[in-house]
């Protein structure tokens, strides 16, 4: 072997031992990453175990009536107990969105740890800093991130198509004070940018925030509303371009008996 194969031998020997190193810690990578969000999952589910338990009755289309609040019993108490930020629970049945939300003071910590306080990249889903913890202002905000697994707000996106709307055209919303049933009423694809120039997280431009979404909506939805409604927007991101966000807006419908509703009113 002359030099000029010794110096070509031992470049390709040193370009596959790289690439095999780049593989190892790629994997290495994946495998950490996988190992966190498993324990985000495990936490949820462990959390789930201590705080939240079905009430006789069912919840199967045919045990109750469609567009009924499920019975769930979430132990508020216990659950302020791990982290006294917390606002509600937020549910979807036949979806994997079954989660506590928490009261935020900014846009940050709950994107990078559970209701616990330990740091995961699941973060928690969290109520944007300017709505108040009871949802009884005219407009509640909920971010939570876009997980390829489809926890958290991963699943949401979904809503882009009608059928998956036909299948979940409600969510339910569990708080001290009362339980909401979620009519979905629109659904689109807004930019973070615009989102912020047009201020759509204060209660002020909420007319304007509806008017945007009727007419970019991705589903069709029959659910009315009027001036009085209060509603909940649900927030994550998208991929349609860079900054792209998904939100799902719909109203809260008190069930009735609901302490809120009555406090709303005045009663």
Request: charge should be negative.
């Amino acid at each position: 072997m002359n030099k000029r194969q010794k110096i070509i031998t031992t470049a390709v020997w040193f370009l596959l031992t790289g690439s095999i190193c780049v593989i190892i810690f790629s994997g290495y990578k994946l495998k950490k990453s996988l190992q966190i969000y498993e324990a985000g999952n495990q936490s949820y589910e462990i959390l789930k175990e201590q705080v939240r338990r079905q009430e006789s009755g069912g919840e199967s289309a045919g045990e109750m009536p469609s567009g009924s609040v499920p019975p769930l019993f979430i132990d508020f108490e216990e659950l302020k107990e791990i982290n006294s930020d917390t606002a509600a629970w937020l549910y979807c049945p036949g979806t994997e969105i079954d989660y506590p939300v928490m009261h935020a003071y900014d846009y940050d910590w709950y994107l990078h740890h559970l209701p616990d306080g330990s740091d995961n990249a699941n973060g928690t889903l969290f109520l944007d800093p300017n709505c108040t913890e009871d949802f009884l202002g005219g407009l509640s905000i909920i971010y939570g991130h876009h997980m390829k697994s489809g926890r958290m707000f991963g699943s949401l996106t979904r809503y882009k198509k009608q059928d998956y709307f036909d299948e979940h055209p409600y969510m339910f919303l569990y708080t001290e004070k009362g339980n909401y049933r979620i009519d979905l009423k629109y659904g689109c694809v807004i930019s973070a940018g615009e989102w912020r120039d047009r201020a759509f997280m204060y209660e002020v431009n909420l007319a304007a925030l509806l008017a945007y979404a009727s007419t970019k909506t991705t589903f069709k939805s029959a659910a009315e509303y009027g001036e009085d409604d209060r509603f909940l927007v649900l927030s994550t991101c998208s991929y349609e371009f860079d900054d792209a966000r998904y939100i799902v807006i719909g109203v809260l419908r008190p069930e009735s008996g609901n302490s809120a509703a009555e406090e709303k009113s005045g009663i």
